[in-house]
Nanobody, 127 residues
Framework: QVQLVESGGGLVQAGGSLRLSCAAS????????MGWFRRAPGKEREFVAT???????????DYADSVKGRFTISRDNAKNTVFLQMNSLKPEDTAVYYC?????????????????WGQGTQVTVSS
């Protein structure tokens, strides 16, 4: 497993930006599939973004339709950190955001594909 610690959440006005960070330790980070999920009050955990690196070194990413074009997942393997850049934030993006890691080496959209989770960081977008 991988130990994950998120940071970077906070309160922002609609239209603003935030960058979430997720520091990882444990299993080889560069080969892990990484994901971001979120849970809004009263709602189920929701997929946000996923990224993995192929054996040839190519990174693949995908996003939920609700954030496509506004959010970007990236990673810095030298720092064992994955990021979620969130732009043009909307009030409906308000949620606790969770970083996740898995060993499946493919894009993964469901929470049960991941075996390691961070503690979550709160993002609140005011209108």
């Amino acid at each position: 497993q991988v130990q994950l610690v998120e940071s970077g959440g906070g309160l922002v006005q609609a239209g603003g930006s935030l960058r979430l960070s997720c520091a990882a330790s444990g299993r080889t980070f560069s080969s892990s599939t990484m994901g971001w999920f979120r849970r809004a009050p009263g709602k189920e955990r929701e997929f946000v973004a996923t990224q993995y690196r192929s054996g040839g070194g190519t990174y693949f990413v995908d996003y939920a339709d609700s954030v496509k074009g506004r959010f970007t997942i990236s990673r810095d393997n030298a720092k064992n950190t994955v990021f979620l850049q969130m732009n043009s934030l909307k009030p409906e993006d308000t949620a606790v955001y969770y970083c996740a890691a898995g060993a499946q080496r493919r894009l993964s959209y469901t929470w049960w594909d991941y075996d390691s989770w961070g503690q979550g960081t709160q993002v609140t977008v005011s209108s």
